[in-house]
C-alpha cells in the first residue's frame, strides 16, 4: 500500500513507523527539516519538506500513485485541505483527517465532509477518542484498559494482577474448572518488558499485566475473579479543563446523575469559560499541583482524579499529590512514551497514551480485509483485530484446534448472529461471523491476510 503522511509528529511518526515496519511504502511530509530528517535517519520512509496542503508537494510525494494520505498535522485547516488536494487532483482512494476543533463536528454540520463538499473518508478526533476512553475507565475502575469490539458487545480488559490476585499461580486450562462461569479468554501476558501469547499450561504471575476478552456483560464478573471488585466511584476531580477534561465533565454529567465532578485549570479565562458551559461541575482556578486547591477541592474525599492536561510532568505530579492526600485512584494522561513504564512505580493506577488511541483508530482503515476495528496494545506490541470472515477465507468451517495458527495469535472471541462465543478447540467460524484475535506485532499481516478472500496465509 502507497500511504502518504502529512505530519511527521508522535502520531505521524508513530503510524509511518508501524507501516514502515509492514513494508508499505510510506512517505511523509513536513514543514520542520529537523522532524523530516529524524524519520528518514530512523525509518525506511521517504521524508519531504513542504506543506502538505500544497499541489506541488503532494505532487512530489507521490500522492498521483497513492492509495490513502493521512493527515495529522498540528493544524486542523491544513489537514483538511491536504485531503481536499489529495481528492481533487490526485484522485486518493482513501483519506484521513485528523480534526480537533470540536465546532467542525458539531451533528448539524456533518454534512461538510461530505463527497460534495469536502471528501474525507475518515475523521479522528483525539479529544472525543481519549474522552471515551477516560469514560471507559472509569467506568471500570478495576481495569488499567478497557477496549470495546463488536458494538460494544465484546470488552478486551487490561488488568493488572497484584500480589493478592485469587488466580496466580494457577494454569489458565484449570480456571474453567476453578470457575465455569467465567466466559472470558487470556489472549496476552505483558511480563518484564516482553508481550506473549500464553499457552493453556502457562500461569500468571503478580506483576504481569493480563489482557483478558470477555463479552461487556461479564465484565464486572470477569473483574471479580481477577480480585477486582472496586465500585464505580461518583467523586471525580480532573485536573485540566482543556478539550478533553470539558468533554469528560460534559458526559458524566449527561450519563451519572450521581456523579460529583470538580475540574481544576490554571487559565482563569478558560476556567470562566467552562464554567458557563457545566450545568453540576464546580470548576476551581488554580494548579492541580498546588496542595491547598487540592484541599480545596475535598482530595481526600475523591474516589478518581484524572490527570488531562497538556504538561505530562504536571499530570504524574498532580497525581501523585493527589494519592498522598487521600484519592482512592488516579489516571493520567501521558503523551510522552517514555513515561508510560514508569508509572506503576510512581503509584500511578493507569495510563491513556493519546498518540496511541489515535494510532489505533487510523490503523483500522490501513488494514486490508474485512478488518473492522483494530487497537494497539503496549505502544504497538501486538493489536487485537476484529474482522469479518469470509466464505473463502480458511478459519471457515473448520474447528479451531485443527486451524494450527501460530503462537503469536489467539482467537479470544466468535460473534455468530449476534451472539457472543467464548470460543473452544472444537469452536467453527461460519462465514459472517466476527472474530475478534489477538496478535503480536510479527503476526498481524497474517491476521490480515486471514481477513482476505485468500487461501494461502502461512
Known sequence: MRVIICGAGQVGSGIAEKLSAENNDVTVVDTSTRLVNRIRDTLDVRGFVGHGAHPDVLARAGAGEADMIVAVTLYDEVNMVACQVAHSLFNVPTKVARVRAQGYLAKHYRNLFSREHMPIDVIISPEVEVGEMVLRRLAQPGAIETIPFADDKVTVLGIACDD????????????????????????????????????????????????????????????????????????????????????????????????KIKIIELSHPRAVEIAERLDRTVVLNGSAMDAAILHEADIGEVDTMVALTNDDKVNILSCVMARKLGARRNLCLLNDAAFPPLAGTMGIDAVINPRSVTISRILQHVRRGRIQTVHTIQDGAAEVIEAEALETSPLVGRPLRSLDLPGGMRIGT?????????????????????????????????????????????
Open 164 to 259: 493478592d490476585c485469587p488466580i496466580i499461580d494457577t494454569p489458565l486450562r484449570q480456571l474453567t474448572e476453578l470457575f465455569p462461569d467465567l466466559t472470558a479468554t487470556v489472549v496476552g501476558i505483558l511480563r518484564n518488558d516482553s508481550l506473549f501469547v500464553p499457552r493453556s499450561a502457562d500461569q500468571m504471575m503478580a506483576g504481569d499485566i493480563v489482557y483478558v476478552m470477555t463479552s461487556t456483560e461479564r465484565v464486572k464478573r470477569t473483574l471479580t475473579i481477577f480480585g477486582k471488585e472496586e465500585q464505580t466511584g461518583s467523586r471525580i476531580l480532573i485536573a485540566g479543563g482543556g478539550n478533553i477534561g470539558l468533554y469528560v465533565a460534559e458526559n458524566l454529567e449527561q450519563r451519572s446523575s450521581r456523579a
Open 414 to 458: 466468535i460473534v455468530h448472529k449476534g451472539e457472543v462465543i467464548t470460543p473452544t478447540g472444537e469452536s467453527q467460524i461460519a462465514p459472517g461471523d466476527r472474530f475478534i484475535i489477538f496478535a503480536t506485532a510479527d503476526q498481524v499481516p497474517k491476521v490480515e491476510q486471514m481477513a482476505r478472500v485468500s487461501l494461502e496465509y502461512f
